[in-house]
């Protein structure tokens, strides 16, 4: 009887388990791609952090040397940095597979808790499957929170009153944030949002202090950091930066694209959903889905969060909006597919784990950081190959010209770099670099624009290394 509740209870489940085996098969496609720019720098400072304590001034990169760092993420990047020390980056991408595919997991598991049918919650997940992943994998510190957000949403989310326990619970959760990941801004914020809500519903002057403690605690908590009031101006210069969202991709609104579509459809039955079924939601959840709704439209590098709040509300609106029937009993046939997609997934992962380590970060190339670090002058990496660079090679610190913390940036440096990256202003890059380290297909234009003046001394389909040919 258990052996027959088992494929049962496989088989209703069968169509989620499937897509979820599918995210599965995509995060192995995408294992060789797990460590870029952000996981290089959060190797790079958590290894500074190790050595030689918090940094308080730019002591990296030549361009910005000596302005203020504030290394907000430090306890994120240490962690990073320790995985590393004990098991290599191996250990590492794996890691990340597993705290991103958790955290889906995790959403998907409440969406079908909070009343989603089997086949809705499936198909939104379906759905966000492109977009979460485009956003979402790769190392770095954001990858720690995807599952502390899936929990503060569902302690924010539960019906009933905020009790004093679960109160401390939720600032603490924003206390660990604000040294992990940025996204602290977020956290405070739905915290704040629930402690409002309240208030409103059952008026300001409710004696019931916990609320007003939710509504000003988790701003109070973002300053719970080594930098103290140094984080306030930290937030201004990355997440209200205007020259972010000019200039960057990953900062900038959504825009159609094949990767996009998908995403924007959710939104688009997320706005029709609360037309037609709002009465199923309490007004804290549907605060959340028009700010998951936001979050979608207002950055790319926000879709993570978006999905996920979709996974986790939408599909019980939409069973209610398109009045759906009881779903019919699942034939056992569906439980043998799933554990098909699943064990193939599984399997698929370790296989493309246990490639050779060259293969986890082909796309640099270790010769590519020598032939660099053999050449005279400043070196030129770009935001993609900068703290690999410095990863490979500590000496070079202070001889690279800047990295991936734009925040360190001028408005008029970021928009040279970008620029730069598109092919004009080749004759006058930042920092004046003697040392080139491109990407053949991203840079191409670059490459193409610095030719007649550089010589090549190293060049793949991953990475071109070219010399200045005064230094060469």
Request: with cysteine; hydrophobic share 55%; charged share 15%.
């Amino acid at each position: 009887m258990r052996v027959r509740g088992a494929v049962s209870a496989l088989a209703h489940e069968s169509l989620l388990l499937v897509v979820f085996a599918g995210f599965l098969g995509v995060a192995a496609i995408l294992v060789p791609y797990q460590v870029s720019s952000d996981g290089w720098f959060a190797l790079v400072s958590g290894r500074l952090i190790a050595h030689h304590g918090l940094p308080h001034h730019d002591t990296l990169a030549a361009l910005t040397a000596g302005r203020e760092w504030v290394d907000q993420q430090w306890l994120g990047h240490l962690a990073i940095y320790g995985v590393d020390v004990v098991g290599g980056l191996r250990l590492l991408i794996g890691l990340n597979v597993v705290l991103v595919a958790g955290g889906f997991a995790a959403a998907c598991i409440y969406g079908r808790r909070r009343g989603g049918q089997p086949t809705t919650v499936a198909l939104v997940t379906l759905l966000g499957l492109l977009p979460f992943a485009a956003a979402s994998f790769g190392v770095r510190a954001q990858s720690l929170v995807y599952l502390p957000f899936v929990l503060l949403v569902a302690l924010l989310a539960r019906p009933g009153a905020v009790t004093w326990g679960r109160s401390a619970l939720l600032l603490a959760i924003v206390v660990v944030w604000a040294n992990v990941h940025g996204s602290a801004l977020l956290a405070a914020g739905l915290v704040s949002l629930r402690g409002a809500v309240a208030l409103v519903e059952l008026g300001v002057r409710t004696r019931e202090r916990r609320w007003w403690l939710l509504l000003l605690g988790p701003w109070l908590c973002l300053l719970a950091s080594p930098y103290q009031l140094h984080v306030i101006p930290y937030y201004g210069r990355t997440a209200f930066n205007s020259s972010f969202t000019t200039y960057l991709s990953q900062w900038a609104p959504t825009t159609f694209s094949p990767i996009s579509a998908p995403l924007l459809v959710i939104v688009f039955a997320t706005v029709w959903m609360l037309g037609r079924s709002a009465n199923v939601y309490s007004t804290y959840e549907r605060c959340l889905l028009v700010i998951g709704v936001l979050l979608a439209l207002l950055a790319v590098r926000q879709w993570a969060f978006a999905v996920l709040l979709a996974v986790m509300l939408a599909p019980v609106g939409v069973d209610r909006a398109i009045r759906k029937r009881p779903p019919r009993r699942a034939p056992a046939v569906g439980a043998v597919i799933a554990g098909v997609a699943g064990v193939s997934a599984i399997v698929g992962l370790v296989v493309a784990m246990s490639a050779p380590a060259a293969d986890l970060t082909r796309s640099y190339p270790n010769a590519a950081a020598d032939r660099a670090a053999e050449a005279a002058g400043p070196i030129y990496g770009g935001v993609e190959y900068t703290d690999w660079l410095l990863w490979r090679h500590p000496e070079l610190a202070g001889r690279v010209v800047f990295d991936v913390r734009y925040e360190l940036l001028r408005r008029s440096e970021v928009k040279r770099l970008v620029l730069f990256d598109a092919g004009s202003g080749i004759d006058r890059p930042l920092g004046s670099p003697k040392v080139f380290v491109l990407d053949p297909d991203v840079d191409s234009r670059a490459v193409k624009g610095l030719r007649p003046d550089v010589r090549t001394v190293y060049k793949t389909d991953h990475a071109v290394v070219a010399v200045s040919r005064d230094e060469s």
